[in-house]
């Protein structure tokens, strides 16, 4: 079932629940992004069982921002998830870097720049919250969207086999 359609600039927006996916192909050929809750998968481990529970709870942190888009909550509950997602992603960006240092990864300068920037993003995104714009947009979501899913299985999948 469809719901909440909305757009940005010229790309259209759609979530979905889980049970939805068979509107994922046609939709995406219509040019719409698919807005749905992630599930953790055995495909996002990197074989560090503390490693993979904080991915757990950035994607619960995730889904939490999807259920705040959904539902249009007020820009209260904008920033306490925002809130939540930094204090979250910083402690588990310090732990993450503690691991790769500590076994002399070599794109470690890199991976922390992708940690700064994200967390500069998501604090940006607090910055421009206000009750004239009460709800957490497509363009946050969007944003949470790709960095999940291409941090997780692209960035941090280079360092499974050192960790």
Not at 53 to 58: A, V
Not at 64 to 88: G, M, Q, R, V
Not at 110 to 125: G, M, P, R, Y
């Amino acid at each position: 079932m469809v719901r909440n359609r909305g757009e940005i600039g010229d790309r259209h927006f759609c979530p979905v629940e889980i049970g939805d996916s068979p509107l994922c192909p046609e939709l995406l050929r219509k040019g719409w992004y698919i807005m749905s809750k992630y599930a953790w998968s055995n495909d996002y481990s990197v074989g560090n069982e503390i490693l993979d529970q904080h991915h757990r709870n950035l994607i619960k942190l995730f889904n939490d921002a999807y259920e705040t888009i959904k539902e249009n909550k007020p820009f209260t509950e904008t920033n306490k998830i925002l809130s939540e997602l930094t204090t979250y992603s910083i402690f588990h960006f310090y732990e993450e870097e503690k691991i790769m240092k500590n076994v002399g990864y070599a794109e470690l300068e890199n991976h922390k720049k992708q940690h700064s920037e994200f967390i500069s993003k998501i604090n940006e995104f607090k910055n421009n919250i206000s009750a004239e714009n009460s709800t957490l947009n497509e363009e946050i979501f969007l944003f949470l969207y790709n960095w999940l899913v291409n941090h997780i299985c692209i960035s941090d999948k280079k360092y499974v086999s050192v960790i």
